[in-house]
């Protein structure tokens, strides 16, 4: 079983649609993640989240916002979508530790048209 | 402000070659480093870490070498196989941070047979 996944896997949509991507985990983790990739490789942490605490990145647009229905979920809403959210998005998850490592699920490709 | 600067951004190494990926931060108050490994279609996951306490670290074929006064770390791959090509990204966190990952740029490392 995957540890970490996320749906869909591909997102094709218009420029000005709200979509959500969702993410699930199946480690007990307490604390879950949403990571931007963007075209040229590079990762940037969106999101830092456990049932006590959310952490935005301050440099995130309030048009994305994460939403947790239980500690094994942790969605992604964006509203309004822009050309440049275009990107494959991570979630991933770890234990309330300091220094555990993250498990990344298998990213969702936007790509917004 | 890229508080983690990865070099090189791509890596071609003979099989058997040594390949070496080098990252320097800013940040003083970083105080864990993971490396991460991507493969294509795939989440990074976690290859191994190092804290500022000890100046190398080694598991099977990677190493970690870390200069704290210098602030710069690199890995180590001896030995490189095809099976090694990927994109490599190195990382730093912050205790205050929680687990929150600073990423480099990544480094995309081909092996040539």
């Known amino acids: 079983d995957t540890a970490v996944s996320q749906t869909p896997k591909y997102l094709v949509t218009q420029m000005g649609n709200d979509k959500s991507i969702k993410c699930e985990q199946n480690?007990?983790?307490?604390?879950m993640y949403w990571y931007k990739q963007d075209s040229k490789k590079f990762l940037k942490i969106m999101f830092s989240?456990?049932?006590?605490?959310?952490?935005i990145n301050e440099t995130v647009p309030n048009r994305f916002s994460p939403k947790s229905p239980d500690k094994a979920h942790l969605n992604l809403h964006i509203n309004s979508l822009e050309l440049g959210d275009s990107a494959v998005y991570f979630c991933?998850?770890?234990?309330?530790?300091?220094?555990?490592?993250?498990?990344f699920g298998n990213g969702t490709r936007l790509t917004v048209t | 402000q890229q508080q983690v600067k990865q070099s090189p951004q791509s890596l071609i190494v003979q099989k058997g070659g040594i390949s070496i990926i080098n990252c320097a931060y800013e940040n003083t108050a970083f105080d864990y480093f993971p490396w991460y490994q991507q493969f294509p279609g795939k989440g990074p996951a976690l290859l191994i870490a190092?804290?500022?306490?000890?100046s190398e670290k080694k598991e099977g074929r990677f190493t970690i070498s870390f200069n704290k006064s210098a602030k710069q770390f690199s890995l180590h791959i001896m030995d490189s196989q095809p099976g090694d090509s990927a994109t490599y990204f190195c990382?730093?966190?912050?205790?205050?941070?929680?687990?929150?990952?600073?990423f480099g740029g990544g480094t995309r490392l081909m092996v040539k047979p």
């Open positions: 989240y456990n049932n006590k605490e959310l952490i």
């Open positions: 990382a730093a966190t912050s205790n205050n941070a929680g687990n929150m990952l600073t």
């Open positions: 991933a998850s770890s234990p309330p530790v300091y220094n555990s490592p993250l498990h």
């Open positions: 190092i804290r500022p306490d000890v």
């Open positions: 480690l007990g983790h307490d604390t």
